[in-house]
C-alpha cells in the first residue's frame, strides 16, 4: 500500500503499518494474500464469521470477486457484502479493499463498516411511506396537493371528479367548487391550520355535482412560510342524495298525516271532507282543491272547494261553474279509473286522482294549480311527492264520500 502511495504521490509518505490499522480499526478488518486467504484478522472480522488466519473456508463469493479485482488490476475496490445475522438477519457490510503488501507479497487490506443499522432505517423508512401511502388510497377517494394559489401540485393515481391526475396539474380547485359554496370554499383553501371533515360541493366534469368531505394538513417552507396544503377526500354523493330522499319522504307524510288528521277530527261525513280539502290545499302549492261526487250513472255535484287567495296570483278560477269541473273529471276518470291523470281547465292544471269505495269510484280529487304563476319550459311540473300526497289523500276522501253517501246523501237520514 505504502508503496503505492509513493508511486502516485511522490511527496508524501504515508507509510501504514497494516497490522496496526486492523488492530485498531473499529470494525471488521483483516489482510488477505494473494490466495484469497486471510492472514492477519481481528476480532470482529472472526465475530462476523468470516474466514481467519488457518480457517480452510472460503471467503464470501462477492469479497473473492472484489480481490480478484484487486490483485488484477492493483486498483482499490468498493463492495456491499450481505452476511447472514443472528435470528434469520441480515448483516450489511460496506468494504473497502485496499491494496498492500505482507511478507514481501501482494496482499490486499480488507475493511469493513456495518451499514446494517442504516439499512434498516432505510427499509423501515421505505415501508412506513408503503404503508400509509397504502392506508390513505384505500381509505381516501383522492389526494391533493395545492400550493399558495390553490392551485394542485399533485393529484393522486385516483385522480378527481372525474379528471386525471394529470389533467388537473396547475388548475385551481376554486374553480370546481359549486357556485354556493364558494365562500365556503375560499376559507377552506387558504386556512393555515389543520382542517377536518370539510363538506363541500364540486362540479365533476360531467357536469354533476358530487360531495366530498375533506381533511386537509398545511405545510411549511424551510424558511416558515405556508406553502399550502395536503388533503384527502371521501365522496359522499349516495349519502347525502339518499339523505335528501329521506328528508323529502318524511316531509311528505307529515303533509299526509296532517290531512288525515284533520280529516279525523270531524264526525259528520260533510265536514270531514271539507276540512280535508282545507288541510290539503295548506299543504300543497296549488289555488285550489275540488271534491267532487260520483254514482253509478257519472259526476253529479260537487261536494267541497278550497280554494287559496288569487286576487293577486292571476284570473281567478269560475269555481261555480259546477259543469265545467264535473265534466273534466268525468272525462279523466274514463281515460283512466286506476291512477293519477292531468287535465285542463281554463287557465289551470288539473291532478286529478279517482276515489274508491267498495271497489268502484264514488267521486274524484282534484288539485288545480295555475299556468302563469307554474309553468316552466311549456308545461306545468306536478312532482311525485305532489302525486303522492293527493294519491294518498283520495284513498281516506273515498271512505269520507261513502260515509257521507250513507249517512247524508241517503234520502231520510237526516231523520234518523
Known sequence: MAATLERELPGLDARIDPGIAIDQFPGPAAIIGSARRALVANTYWLNAGLAGPGDNRSLPAGLAAGLLALFHTGRPQHLSLPLPGNRDGVVALDVSCLPCEAGGEAAALVIACDRSASHLVQAALADGREFHRGLV??????????????????????????????????????????????????????????????????????????CFVLSLMPFFGDDGEWGGLRGVGREITGQRTLEAEVRRARRAQQRI???????????????????????????????????????????????????????????????????????????????????????????????????????????????????????????VAWSDGDRHLVRSIAGQMGVAIAQFDLFERTPGARAR
Do not use: K
Open 137 to 210: 388510497l384505500c381509505s381516501s377517494d383522492t389526494t391533493f396537493e395545492i400550493d399558495q394559489a390553490g392551485r394542485f401540485t399533485y393529484v393522486g393515481p385516483s385522480g378527481f371528479l372525474g379528471y386525471a391526475d394529470f389533467e388537473l396539474n396547475g388548475r385551481e380547485i376554486r374553480g370546481l367548487v359549486c357556485e354556493r359554496y364558494r365562500h365556503a370554499g375560499e376559507i377552506v383553501f387558504t386556512s393555515r391550520e389543520s382542517v377536518t371533515d370539510a363538506e363541500l360541493w364540486f362540479t365533476a366534469r360531467n357536469g354533476e355535482e358530487q
Open 257 to 379: 298525516d296532517s290531512v288525515l288528521y284533520a280529516m279525523c277530527t270531524e264526525a259528520q261525513p260533510s265536514a270531514m271532507i271539507a276540512v280535508g280539502v282545507a288541510a290539503l290545499l295548506e299543504s300543497i302549492d296549488v289555488e285550489a282543491c275540488i271534491v267532487a261526487h260520483a254514482d253509478d250513472g257519472g259526476f253529479d255535484s260537487i261536494l267541497a272547494v278550497s280554494e287559496a287567495d288569487v286576487s293577486e296570483a292571476g284570473p281567478a278560477l269560475r269555481l261555480r261553474d259546477d259543469q265545467a269541473i264535473l265534466d273534466l273529471y268525468t272525462h279523466i276518470c274514463r281515460q283512466s279509473d286506476s291512477a293519477l291523470r292531468i287535465g285542463e281547465l281554463e287557465h289551470h292544471s288539473v291532478l286529478v286522482a279517482p276515489t274508491r269505495y267498495g271497489g268502484r269510484i264514488n267521486g274524484a280529487l282534484g288539485c288545480l294549480r295555475e299556468r302563469n304563476l307554474h309553468e316552466s319550459n311549456g308545461h
